[in-house]
């Protein structure tokens, strides 16, 4: 089972910057695809990056590109999600996702999910 631990989340003001980290204690991290998806209250969770596994490409939706960088180290088992220009709107649960392929992260079909870590943009 690899286990997946987000951490950076907290409280930001509107126009602000975040750096999410999403740590695996499993090497086999290297060999996933990875993806962060945010769900705000009462709804439905959605895809905001999505990377492969040598992280030399990265997918984001259009109406995320140009405020959200996903990258990561595979030395490091970790991932990230560098977010700026925060809008209130951007107030979620963020999750890190695990999967084999890239298209299985963009479709939400997950073989392992992180805790959640909660981002809260003041206006």
């Known amino acids: 089972q690899v286990q997946l631990v987000e951490s950076g989340g907290g409280l930001v003001q509107a126009g602000g910057s975040l750096r999410l980290s999403c740590t695996s204690s499993d090497r086999t991290f290297v060999s996933y695809a990875m993806g962060w998806f945010r769900q705000a209250p009462e709804k439905e969770r959605e895809l905001v990056a999505a990377?492969?596994?040598?992280?030399?490409?990265?997918y984001y939706p259009d109406s995320l590109k140009g405020r959200v960088t996903n990258s990561r180290n595979n030395a490091k088992t970790t991932l990230y999600l560098q977010m700026t220009s925060l809008k209130p709107e951007d107030t979620a649960v963020y999750y890190c996702?695990?999967?084999?392929?890239?298209?299985?992260?963009?479709?939400?079909?997950?073989?392992?999910w992180g805790q959640g870590t909660q981002v809260t943009v003041s206006s």
């Open positions: 996702a695990a999967a084999r392929k890239l298209h299985s992260i963009v479709s939400m079909t997950i073989d392992h």
């Open positions: 990377i492969i596994p040598s992280g030399s490409s990265a």
